[in-house]
């Protein structure tokens, strides 16, 4: 019996609430799951969990045992990261949560960049518009746009997320440009559907209010193709500037109303305030400060 993995896979199950959630965490099965707590039991001779049909749920003595496991893995982790301390080079799994836009435009380039110089890190970059635990989740540091509610983390600001709205100039040429962001009730307008549930996109025009319009020739749940729906100018879309970028640059896309734009919002570089933190982690947020990073004084 593999006291230490079978420990693991208790936390696992305490924080997933099931086997089948503590099995994607874990990338085992969740009959493998299953067997970890049975020999765990077995092993104590007492029942750690109450077993239904979809969930597993604590009993007295498995949450009092799971906050133990978190503690003994805590430190059979700082023992091993001290290894990795003593050398010099960076190395190990670097993992790093963005978001898709974002990350995919920007961090994925520089990690890129990262691992070319530190030949001995490996790194596992998801993109996810969700927000990640970088605890529960086992991440290094996250990119996240918005305010930072969490004073658990160390956030460092990096440049702010600006939101550019343009149309190919085939449309344009159809259709013209508005002029005023009321017009965009007369334009075909390209939507992105996290808006319609979580975001109201707010236009101003002097005085005036507008929301980017809520009936739209195509909603879609990926930046990317409104961005190829735009160049084959079905209509207007609104999209972060790293995802336009070189499209503006290029003349593909003519931007628009940029006196109408809503406000840049803060991006932020998050990681636990750790005093061990490891090479791998301390270079790759200097190379991202480095490269990427909001200068002193700057909104």
Known sequence: MDKLRSMEVMVAVAEAGSFAGAARRLDISAVMVGKHIQQLEAHLGARLLQRSTRRQSLTEVGAAFSEDCKRV?????WAESAVERSRAAPQGLLRVSAPVALGGQVIAPLLAQFLRRHEQVRADLQLTDSVADLTAEGIDCAIRIGRVADE???ARPLQP???????APSYLR???KPRRAADLAGHVC???SVWQ???EWTLHDGAETVQWPEQSRLVCNHGEALRRAALEGLGLVMQPEVLLAADLASGRLVPLLQDCLPPARPVHLVYAADRRQLPKLARFIEHLLKAIGQPAGRA
């Open 190 to 192: 390209l939507s992105h």
């Open 152 to 154: 658990s983390l160390v």
């Open 161 to 167: 997320y600006r939101m550019v709205i343009a149309a």
């Open 174 to 176: 159809r259709h013209g």
């Open 197 to 199: 549930r979580r975001v």
């Open 73 to 77: 893995l805590e430190q059979v982790r």
